[in-house]
């Protein structure tokens, strides 16, 4: 059965997707805001309010959300992108109702309790401080920092220390007023669900909601450039990257494909020459990070201050040599890994209501497994070696973490890449 779709008189979107086979269901509310929505002063403010909204609403307090949740044997997140911030649970298919109504009850009511505020504040500084201990993540903010600098798409998700500390409770309560609205949200689900039962169990529920909000969005710049930080660790980190392609662009999956022929797998290019061939890394691979207005296509590697004098030029050339050396056999294993990974996920229900969330986000209409399955079937040879040369031949972002005293200059490095 194809995903159902409706949308609310106040702008409130449902999709749902039945999956006959399975007990459970995975549902969430998918807002449209996130990092890239703050304003400078508030870096970190959609992540904390994402926080705050478990933290207890004018019928229940923090412990009684987890226990309705728990009580029944379901569970409740959420996460924060650069992009939006998702609420959902999973639960048994005769507790939709109670997963409805705590995620209703914290996007409309919640109290933002001053004492639980201070508490948060300390919660996400450790999670920050957290995250400054582990490189191979702190590395990817600094890297997002010198690709889009002074802007919203390149300032962190979690926030500075700084502003989590004294950011206002008003500020907060504020921002989501001003930003969660119904226009903004979907609401999706998958697993053993009924649409209507999910549409009339929303509109009496999402009752609350402005019915608009802010939507003006800082355009996402890339600029690029090079950033390096001195640090006593074991391994120096980087990150190399490029810009590339939105969600929306028609050679989105050709993109996919030569990630995944580059540094995608135990087969990839990288994964071959950098680390079976010469043992220089124990972990390198390439991501694509699209956005709704631009894209990020780079690659991650962490090796020893010792052996990064040859990994930057091994890496450098294996870049050069995918502009004109991809074969009809990369691209076959390519698209089957992209399909495996698409067919494989929706296997999931908690997969399927991101899948549908998200795609009705961008494209305004249901996820259509058949036709992404065509589009990947659609990759050709010359349409990932088209996608690699617009990628690679503009200007590189470089971020490096560690002992970096061995690593090239950034000149040298755009030096390698363009010869």
């Given amino acids: 059965m194809s995903p159902q779709i409706t949308r609310l008189d106040n702008g409130l979107q449902i999709v749902t997707d039945h999956m006959a086979a399975v007990d459970t269901v995975s549902l969430g509310v998918w807002v449209d805001v996130g990092t890239r929505h703050e304003p400078k002063a508030l870096n970190g403010v959609a992540h904390l309010l994402e926080h705050m909204a478990f933290k207890g609403t004018e019928r229940r307090d923090a412990r009684a959300i987890a226990e309705a949740i728990e009580n029944v044997g379901g569970h409740l997140n959420a996460y924060t992108s650069r992009e939006n911030t998702a ?43 957290q995250a400054l201990d582990t490189p191979d993540d702190v590395i990817f903010d600094q890297f ?9 798409m390149g300032r962190p998700v979690l926030g500075e220390s700084d502003i989590i500390r004294t950011v206002p409770r008003d500020a907060i309560s504020g921002y989501m007023r001003s930003h969660y609205s119904a226009d903004r949200m979907i609401v999706s689900a998958a697993g053993a669900i009924d649409h209507g039962h999910l549409v009339d169990l929303a509109a009496r529920a999402f009752d609350s909601l402005p019915a608009h909000a802010i939507r003006e969005v800082e355009p996402a710049r890339y600029q ?39 540094g995608g797998g135990m087969s990839s290019r990288l994964f071959q020459e950098i680390r079976e061939k010469r043992g220089l890394v124990y972990s390198v691979y390439s991501f694509l990070s699209a956005f709704d207005d631009s894209g990020i296509f780079g690659v991650y590697a962490g090796t020893g201050e010792d052996e990064v004098a040859e990994l930057i030029p091994v890496l450098c050339d294996e870049i050069l040599r995918s502009l004109d050396s991809i074969t009809e056999a990369e691209v076959a294993r390519a698209r089957a890994q992209l399909k495996a990974s698409l067919l494989m996920g929706l296997e999931s229900t908690s997969a399927r209501s991101e899948h549908n969330a998200n795609y009705l986000s961008i494209f305004g209409r249901p996820f259509d497994t058949a036709e992404i399955v065509g589009q990947i079937d659609a990759v050709t040879r010359d349409g990932v070696t088209a996608m690699a040369r617009r990628i690679l031949t503009t200007t590189p972002s470089f971020a490096a973490l560690g002992p970096i005293g061995r690593i090239d200059s950034y000149d040298r490095i755009v030096a390698r890449l363009r010869a």
């Avoid at 001195?230 to 391994?235: I, P, T, V």
């Fill in 87 to 129: 609420y959902y649970a999973k639960v048994l298919k005769e507790d939709v109702a109670l997963g409805v109504d705590i995620l209703s009850d914290i996007l409309q009511h919640s109290s933002f309790d001053p004492a639980e505020l201070e508490r948060e504040r300390t919660v996400i500084l450790q999670e920050i401080g």
């Fill in 144 to 152: 997002q920092a010198v690709a889009y600098p002074d802007q919203a």
């Fill in 224 to 262: 690029g450039g090079d950033f390096r930080e001195e640090k006593d660790l074991e391994q120096v980190h980087i990150v190399l990257g490029f810009p590339a392609i939105t969600h929306a662009d028609p050679d989105y999956h050709a993109a996919s494909a030569f990630s995944a022929i580059l």
